[in-house]
């Protein structure tokens, strides 16, 4: 052990520093306690002041590049004056700098005389003995100890190197343990949230929350400001779809352009790691003026780039480590492998819904609407041979309404035969389709009405979401309702609550309700997918008798804020 050889070392010297050994030996035990890195740093620093009798110390990390400092732990700085400070020091000039390049003991009576000394900025203490030390873990330098202001006025003596010394040996062990604590208590998390991202993509729930618990988990384990999931746009560039931070509303739906020189690399297949995100020319925006370390890492797997994960950390935040880099980078390609499998999953559902429909085609077309015609065919042929007035009004009536059903029943297989890549662009033309669609299981065609001029001013991401919250609202009316009638009406004429121009979708069954202590699930989905356009989603009274049923409301601005 270094540490106990540098101990042995002592014996022979005067009897003041011999004396002075169960003092090291107790800071020894300090320093060795616990696990956590920066508990760690802490405790070395108040430790290292106590054994040199000093009224400050601090810890300098130096970078992976070895050319600045990544952290700088303190002790007999307060947390106000460290405010008035301001930053910490980079280590890029002045005697710390100089300790960096040459990392050796260095004991001065007057540091601001020495000519490496770069000053002290505004409101930091006055400091003159000094005394510096070289913790080094595994051989290599992980930083330095500065120890100032020796208790009483004095000067740093021999004795007080000698210790700090043994003590910084001692630290190198302690923090090379802390180090590889920490480094396997981050794996472990980043493993864990690879598990919760392939659980929630694969468990066939909506995709856009999957993509919500990307963003969320990689948030927290990057500790960043926000999560940010972005997938390829059909314009081009790429969408941001997913973002977990403090007010995900206000960027859902921006579009990065493909001439980004980011976007570029993303989408092929590079990572991009950026220091200041607010600063730097290929990431210069509204959006990344708040923000400075940053992570953009495609999400890629089997050579195909599906999107991209962004985590950035607020202005002055602390750097990505070389590690947290390549957890990250590894936590990316296991969520575009989940992506993937559960892209494969959805298309085979998908396929599986397809083929039935075409059966259930097939069969009205074949079976039902044949069946329809031959009874409408004999009823004619019984309305001609009847003498009763009463009757053959009631024949021909019979026959109408027969022929009004077999043209519902036609419109139904058109829209259980047009597939997905078939879809009009307009949004009223949509929302029939989903009506139509929503009629063959239902058994019934539920009603409609439009106000305004939805397909002109209604946005597209909007339009997108409305037709989605559409979809939702009636497949709960299918599944919980056992409703009877449902009526559904899209005004894009209202104004929200906010003073905007909105769109409002409502959609009113006669059902059971909704039951006190019901699943809600859908309707937490609703008003998510509202509330990420800056809009809103509730849910009132229905239809039926003293308002039985339910009314689902969901509203949105015609654009969504940027």
């Known amino acids: 052990m270094a540490a106990a050889q540098a101990t042995r070392s002592l014996h022979g010297l005067s009897t003041e520093l011999t004396a002075r050994v169960p003092q090291l030996l107790e800071a020894m035990r300090s320093v060795g306690t616990g696990l956590e890195l920066h508990s760690t740093l802490d405790r070395i620093c108040e430790t290292a002041a106590e054994l040199a009798d000093a009224r400050y110390a601090a810890i300098g990390v130096v970078d992976t590049e070895g050319r600045g400092l990544s952290d700088f732990v303190t002790h007999g700085i307060g947390s106000a004056q ?3 400070i301001g930053h910490r020091p980079d280590g890029e000039r002045g005697l710390i700098g100089a300790l960096i390049s040459h ?6 009576a007057d540091l601001t005389k020495d000519p490496r000394s770069a000053g002290f900025p505004p409101h930091h203490p006055p400091m003159k003995t000094f005394l510096g030390v070289p913790i080094r873990v595994q ?4 930083g330095n100890l500065y120890l100032a202001e020796k208790n009483g006025g004095g000067e740093f003596n021999d004795y007080d190197v000698h210790m700090v010394r043994v003590l910084a040996t001692e630290a190198g062990i302690a923090i090379g343990n802390a180090r590889l604590y920490e480094a396997a208590t981050q794996r ?43 997938l390829p746009a059909e314009e081009g560039g790429m969408e941001i779809v997913a973002v977990s931070s403090e007010n995900p509303a206000t960027s859902i739906g921006v579009v990065i352009p493909a001439e980004s020189p980011v976007v570029d690399r993303l989408l092929e297949g590079e990572p991009v790691f950026v220091d200041d995100a607010a600063s730097d020319p290929r990431t210069t925006s509204e959006l990344t003026s708040r923000y400075g370390p940053c992570m953009l ?17 607020a202005r002055g935040g602390r750097p990505f480590t070389e590690a947290e880099r390549t957890l990250a980078t590894q936590f990316a390609s296991q969520a575009a492998l989940a992506l993937m499998m559960a892209e494969a999953q959805r298309d085979r559902e998908r396929l599986a819904v397809f083929e039935d429909r075409d ?19 004999m009823l004619e042929g019984a309305q001609r041979r009847s003498i009763v007035p009463e009757v053959r009004d009631g024949v021909g009536k019979a026959v109408d309404e027969l022929d009004v059903t077999i043209q519902e029943i036609r419109t139904a297989i058109f829209a259980l035969q047009q597939g997905p890549a078939e879809a009009p662009s307009g949004l009223r033309t949509r929302v029939l389709r989903e009506i139509n669609m929503a009629a063959v299981p239902l058994g019934f065609k539920p009603a409609h009405r439009f106000l305004g001029p939805v397909d002109t001013v209604v946005g597209e991401l909007v339009g997108k979401n409305l037709i989605a919250a559409l979809r939702e609202a009636l497949s709960n009316a299918f599944r919980h309702a056992e409703a009877t009638r449902i009526e559904v009406v899209v005004d894009s004429t209202i104004t929200l609550a906010d003073g905007r121009p909105g769109v409002r979708l409502e959609v009113a069954d006669d059902g059971v309700g909704i039951p006190e202590g019901g699943r809600r ?7 998510r997918r509202a509330e990420s356009l ?3 989603s509730s849910y009132g009274p229905g239809l039926g008798e003293d308002g039985g049923g339910t009314t689902v409301v969901w509203e949105a601005p015609l654009q969504p804020a940027v």
């Open 82 to 84: 460290a405010r008035k």
């Open 103 to 108: 990392p050796d003991t260095v004991r001065l």
């Open 139 to 142: 051989g290599e330098i992980f």
């Open 188 to 230: 472990e998390r980043w493993i864990d949230g690879s598990v919760a991202v392939t659980t929630a993509l694969l468990s066939g729930g909506d995709a856009d929350d999957a993509l919500a618990v990307v963003a969320e988990q990689a948030r927290r384990l990057a500790d960043s400001a926000a999560g940010i999931v972005m």
């Open 297 to 313: 890492l495609p999400l890629q797997s089997g050579g195909r780039v599906l999107g991209a994960l962004v985590t950035p950390r």
């Open 359 to 377: 059966r259930i085609a097939r069969d009205l077309h074949d079976l039902v609407i044949q069946r329809l015609f031959a009874t409408g065919l």
């Open 521 to 527: 699930s859908g309707l937490r989905n609703l008003r």
């Open 534 to 536: 800056g809009g809103a």
